[in-house]
Structures are given as structure tokens and as C-alpha cells.
């Protein structure tokens, strides 16, 4: 399983879901289901949230066997 931290840093930069999906081109629903584990990123969009934050994407996406 995939962990993330997206809320975490979204926190940190007083950002809503809506605001990181427009700057990563995804729904808002999108946002939402990461921060809740229910969907496991593409390469690419985990690439995409990891440089809005500026961050590798070690620092917010971690795997949890």
C-alpha cells in the first residue's frame, strides 16, 4: 500500500484539494481519494504533487508493505 502526506503539505501551504488538482491536472476527486488511500498515483502525478511542494517524491509518497 501506498502512503501519502499530500494533506499534510497541502496544510503547509494553506492549499484546498481543489487548488493542487488544478496545478497537477486532475479532479478535485482525484485529490481526495489519494489523501484517503483509495487510489494509488501514476508515476507522473506523484512526480507533479512532489514539484508543486517542492520535494522529492520520496518526502511525500511512502510504501507500506
Do not use: C
Not at 496544510?11 to 484546498?16: G, N, S
Not at 517524491?57 to 511512502?62: A, G, H, L, R
Amino acid at each position: 500500500m501506498i502512503r501519502n502526506k499530500i494533506k499534510e503539505y497541502r496544510a503547509r501551504h494553506d492549499m484546498k484539494q481543489e487548488d493542487l488538482a488544478r496545478l497537477v491536472g486532475v479532479r478535485r476527486e482525484t485529490i481526495g481519494n489519494l489523501e484517503k488511500g483509495r487510489y494509488n498515483p501514476s508515476l507522473v502525478l506523484a512526480w507533479n504533487i512532489a514539484k508543486v511542494f517542492g520535494v522529492s517524491i520520496e518526502e511525500i509518497f511512502s510504501i507500506e508493505e
